[in-house]
């Protein structure tokens, strides 16, 4: 996918996100993310969103700490918000393409990393916005979640996040999963897993232990511990140890 429609869905989801958010109020549970409310929801995402812009507009080329959670709430909290998401869009939008500056995973450039990396952040973020607003995580595939989208970010999932030592999703026996989109040809991963971090490939060969498999948009979400998984065949632990040891920080 180009940068620049990573730009146009970041713009779309941010507004996605304020108004699920508004609508809910942000005194309101979120269902997706235990133990949070929308006000800290709001706070982190903008707070990332503000990060990722100071990066490619001061050009820090090493890592650089973000500003803080704003003691902010209610209408001034969204404004706030939504402020930050204009920001970055716009710095990313108007960035030159070969700007140099730190980032985290593998890419392109700088730019198509950050561009690809918040459109991705901001519609994780947008369904538990959402999930707040109806009062219960939906289930099936999310709504505005594209075919190529989710499949994107189903690579950078398991290709890249999963890949740095930081994962947890670990076994003490060598395992294989496999992840299948079932509404995009090729798009099928094998995910080795081991005492080391996963191993993942874009290929269908060979057998699995257990295979998720679902419309490329329900297994991003799912994937993402933001709904269940659409299919699940073969040894159920080890969706389980998805679920249980997945999460990204």
């Keep these: 996918m180009e940068t620049v429609t990573f730009v146009e869905t970041l713009d779309r989801e941010g507004g996605l996100l304020a108004a699920a958010a508004e609508k809910a109020g942000t005194g309101a549970e979120v269902p997706t993310c235990p133990g949070w409310r929308v006000r800290d929801l709001l706070r ?27 003691d902010l709430d209610g209408d001034r909290l969204l404004a706030w918000f939504r402020e930050g998401h ?18 985290f995973l593998p890419a392109p450039s700088p730019l198509a990393f950050w561009a690809r990396r918040q459109a991705h952040e901001t519609t994780v973020h947008r369904l538990d916005a959402e ?43 060598p395992r ?42 329900a297994l991003y979400a799912a994937l993402w511990n933001r709904r269940p998984f659409p299919e699940v065949t073969g040894d159920r632990s080890l969706a389980t ?5 997945s999460g990204v920080t």
């Design 131 to 173: 999930s707040a607003r109806d009062g219960a995580p939906a289930g099936g595939a999310p709504a505005g979640v594209g075919t190529d989208f989710a499949v994107d970010g189903i690579e950078e999932l398991l290709c890249a996040f999963h890949a740095r030592p930081r994962s947890a999703v670990r076994t003490g026996e």
């Design 86 to 103: 204009r920001q970055l869009v716009t710095t990313l939008a108007t960035a030159p393409p070969d700007v140099r500056c730190w980032h």
């Design 44 to 70: 982190h995402t903008g707070t990332v969103h503000r990060w990722a812009a100071a990066f490619v507009a001061e050009g820090h080329t090493s890592y650089h700490p973000d500003g803080g959670l704003p």
């Design 176 to 217: 294989t999963l496999r992840v299948r989109a079932t509404d995009a040809p090729g798009a099928v991963w094998t995910v080795r897993l081991s005492a080391e971090p996963p191993v993942a490939h874009r290929t269908g060969a060979g057998a699995a232990d257990c295979e998720l498999s679902g419309p490329a948009a």
């Design 241 to 245: 140890l998805w679920r249980e040891r």
